[in-house]
T-cell receptor
Framework: GAGVSQSPSNKVTEKGKDVELRCDPISGHTALYWYRQSLGQGLEFLIYFQGNSAPDKSGLPSDRFSAERTGGSVSTLTIQRTQQEDSAVYLC????????????FGDGTRLSIL | GDSVTQMEGPVTLSEEAFLTINCTYTATGYPSLFWYVQYPGEGLQLLLKATKADDKGSNKGFEATYRKETTSFHLEKGSVQVSDSAVYFCALNSLNTGNQFYFGTGTSLTVIP
């Protein structure tokens, strides 16, 4: 079946512009996660959606970052007034709400801020 | 809180060498444990998992055993290949933390011919 799909795969934009990154999770997965991965670094948790519950936003680095998940499916991560330090790969993952089930990751969006 | 501590890299091995990447964890309750692999330019892929104590996960020649007494989940492979060059992440999740996942910092492996 289809995996997690992210778009665009690459995004280059100028400092100060807003960007939107999209994630389409695996059908039926109630949990959706966003991570940021800087070059050669590990995963930095950003935000977690679970069903209709309030999202866990504890990882968002500043109020320039926001995310929404419409209809319990597709999610959009928005970065306003981008800064050069926002350059990274943004990874999305989804999972079912079961302890023994893994996350499934998309291939990420590589964001470059000029 | 829950956390994962993973062996620092980078690790460089010759082809056919034995691989161990150490992973220890701290968790409340009964977490599931995972190893993910990330090839260049790609997202993370599940390599193997174990969901309870003494379980052994295995895939593609890699193995890891869930050791509750030592809170460890070390990744091993008897004979690495050049194609195993990648970054490896240890992770746990627990419904005690609302199905949140916790990742180690990743270990970069390079296998040279």
């Amino acid at each position: 079946g289809a995996g997690v799909s992210q778009s665009p795969s690459n995004k280059v934009t100028e400092k100060g512009k807003d960007v939107e990154l999209r994630c389409d999770p695996i059908s039926g997965h109630t949990a959706l996660y966003w991570y940021r991965q800087s070059l050669g670094q590990g995963l930095e948790f950003l935000i977690y959606f679970q069903g209709n519950s309030a999202p866990d936003k504890s990882g968002l680095p500043s109020d320039r970052f926001s995310a929404e998940r419409t209809g319990g499916s597709v999610s959009t991560l928005t970065i306003q007034r981008t800064q050069q330090e926002d350059s990274a790969v943004y990874l999305c993952a989804s999972s079912s709400y079961r302890r023994d089930q893994p996350q499934h990751f998309g291939d990420g969006t590589r964001l470059s801020i000029l | 809180g829950d956390s994962v501590t993973q062996m620092e890299g980078p690790v460089t091995l010759s082809e056919e060498a034995f691989l161990t990447i150490n992973c220890t964890y701290t968790a409340t309750g009964y977490p599931s444990l995972f190893w993910y692999v990330q090839y260049p330019g790609e997202g993370l892929q599940l390599l193997l998992k174990a969901t309870k104590a003494d379980d052994k996960g295995s895939n593609k020649g890699f193995e890891a055993t869930y050791r509750k007494e030592t809170t460890s989940f070390h990744l091993e492979k008897g004979s690495v290949q050049v194609s195993d060059s990648a970054v490896y992440f240890c992770a746990l999740n627990s419904l005690n933390t609302g199905n949140q996942f916790y990742f180690g910092t990743g270990t970069s492996l390079t296998v040279i011919p």
